[in-house]
């Protein structure tokens, strides 16, 4: 058995164990919301400039989880 079929099944079973409705979301995605939620509240108005560094202060997180993927 390789490795990838060994990595899938693993991916597998968490998937089936774990509805997706019972998952946390990740920090990437509850910045996500929290953006849009700023953005529609007029927290950051349209045409605001943004950075990185920004974002991870604002929010609490690394600036990793702030960068375009």
Do not use: W
């Amino acid at each position: 058995m390789s490795l990838l079929s060994t990595n899938d099944q693993a991916l597998d079973q968490h998937t089936q164990s774990t509805p997706a409705e019972s998952r946390e979301p990740t920090k990437s995605a509850s910045l996500t919301e929290q953006l849009i939620e700023a953005i529609v509240t007029g927290t950051y108005p349209a045409g605001t400039k943004v950075s990185e560094a920004g974002l991870a202060a604002a929010f609490g997180v690394s600036e990793v989880h702030c960068a375009r993927r």
